[in-house]
């Protein structure tokens, strides 16, 4: 048997279900606060990726896959998802002032060869966001909630959100400096990556999953204590309209994150949910001021977020917050001989095309066997197409659910069928309204709510 490779997952039935119900929620709320789809290519140069993510990443030295193609060029499957949505807003000169700032996002699959356990794997799908042309605090702000609120909305409570600044260029050489004095007499204690990491890129050895736990790494300087006065004032502000914007907020000093594109704002999103396990990171982004420029376009300022879509299902999971998903079908319709099989090809496709979930038999069933079929799809309906009934222009509609059959005009079928298929939509599973009100009154919450004023 050929098995799928190694740290990639099959999704089907009724997890793809949720997903696909999570990805309409987040195409939802991406539509509100007016940010763009966009799809670029799985693969790319590879020089994107060492540019653009940073020659001293894990990512790009151990974790990309990379290939050569049939005319000789280096490419590699995309890791991550700013590198390429960056080289595109460059591409298709999108960087003209009507233009910004471009607010983009994206739901798609990437691809890190690291070593797979629950939570980590080597496809993993991630959807992410990125605001391309603007510097204000605002922005930074805005992401962060806007992440934090797709998780509110999916009704996910266990979520801690980090948040630090690495501060301007200047404030990043200062730490820089720091960091070599700090860890230059430790050198024998850390792996080699680090000592490596040591002259090309400190900071990257603060990321490091071999050095992480040791007494070096904890007393090691933080960047907020090497922020000059305008990056420190910056990083108030971002503070300043979170609070406004009612988002918790921790500042942690230890969150650099793991690529090296980033300055001033960065900010990761934990689980906090017991027995979530090591992979707790379900989301983190941050400022990228300098890539745009980096990668050949006009100085640009830049910030985005990307949340890994498998570990918020996780998340959902173990909060018992994955959506009830309406698996019924509205009709099943069946048929005994050639005739009204025929009949039903065109009934199925009329019914289909006029917004109604419809199934029929492939498998020549006995109509025994057809109405169990009909029943393991919920189907809310089931016709029997009988040649008889068909003479008269008429089909029997038999309602599953109070057993009722009532012979029905084919000219009226869909205003039937419309009038007494009550939907049920998916809904997220049942959860506790915070609309902070307590006393009487209509609650404005869409979703079923523990709120106990809600009538
Ligand atoms: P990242 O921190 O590398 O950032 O990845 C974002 C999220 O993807 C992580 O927080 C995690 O939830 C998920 N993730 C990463 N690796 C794996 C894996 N092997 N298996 C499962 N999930 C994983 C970025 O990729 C940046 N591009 C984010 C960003 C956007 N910064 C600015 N704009």
Not at 244 to 269: A, C, W
Request: charged share 30%; net charge negative.
């Amino acid at each position: 048997m050929i098995t799928k490779p190694k740290g990639t997952k099959d999704i089907y039935g009724m997890e793809a279900k949720c997903w696909q119900y999570v990805s309409r929620v987040i195409d939802e709320v991406m539509e509100k606060y007016n940010y763009n789809f966009i799809r670029v290519p799985v693969f790319e140069s590879s020089e994107l990726f060492h540019r653009g993510v940073g020659e001293t990443t894990d990512i790009v030295t151990k974790e990309t896959y990379d290939f050569t193609d049939r005319g000789g060029r280096s490419m590699t499957l995309r890791p991550e998802g700013t590198a390429g949505v960056v080289r595109s807003f460059i591409e298709n000169k999108v960087y003209g002032d009507d233009n910004k700032p471009a607010k983009y996002y994206y739901n798609m699959p990437m691809y890190r060869y690291e070593r797979p356990q629950a939570g980590r794997l080597r496809e993993l799908t991630q959807f992410g966001m990125e605001i391309i042309g603007t510097d204000d605090p605002l922005s930074d702000a805005e992401i962060i909630s806007l992440a934090v609120n797709i998780y509110s909305l999916l009704g996910l409570k266990g979520i801690k959100v980090n948040i630090n600044s690495l501060g301007d260029s200047k404030s990043r050489n200062n730490y820089r400096e720091a960091l070599i004095k700090h860890f230059e007499p430790h050198k024998d204690e850390l792996c080699s990556d680090c000592i490596e990491r040591l002259e090309k890129n400190p900071l990257r050895i603060l990321d490091c999953k071999v050095d992480k736990d040791k007494e070096i790494m904890k007393t090691a300087p933080k960047t907020i204590d090497y922020l000059n006065e305008e990056s420190k004032e910056r990083f108030e502000k971002v503070k300043e309209y979170l609070e406004i914007m009612q988002v918790k907020y921790v500042v942690d000093p230890s969150v650099v994150r793991g690529l090296d594109y980033y300055n001033h704002t960065v900010f990761e999103i934990e689980a906090d949910i017991e027995g979530f396990g090591a992979q707790n990171v379900i989301g983190g982004g941050g400022r990228y001021n300098n890539m745009v420029e980096q990668l050949g376009g006009p100085s640009t300022p830049a910030i985005g977020f990307a949340a890994g879509f498998d570990r918020l299902m996780i998340a959902l999971e173990k909060e018992n917050k994955l959506p009830k998903i309406d698996n019924s079908v509205d009709l099943f319709l069946l048929y005994v001989n050639e005739d009204e099989k025929k009949y039903a090809a065109y009934l199925t496709n009329e019914l289909r095309m006029s917004g109604f979930i419809v199934e029929t038999d492939y498998l020549a069933r006995s109509l025994k066997a057809g109405f169990k079929q009909a029943d393991r799809l919920n189907s809310k309906f089931t016709i029997v197409l009988n040649s008889d009934d068909l003479k008269n222009n008429e089909v029997k509609v038999k309602n599953n659910k109070t057993r009722e059959e009532e012979l029905v005009s084919v000219d009226a079928l869909i205003y039937y069928l419309d009038e007494n298929i009550v939907d049920e939509e998916s809904s997220l599973d049942e959860h506790e309204c915070n609309c902070n009100n307590s006393s009487d009154h209509e609650c404005s919450c869409d979703k079923t709510c523990k709120c106990k004023d809600k009538e």
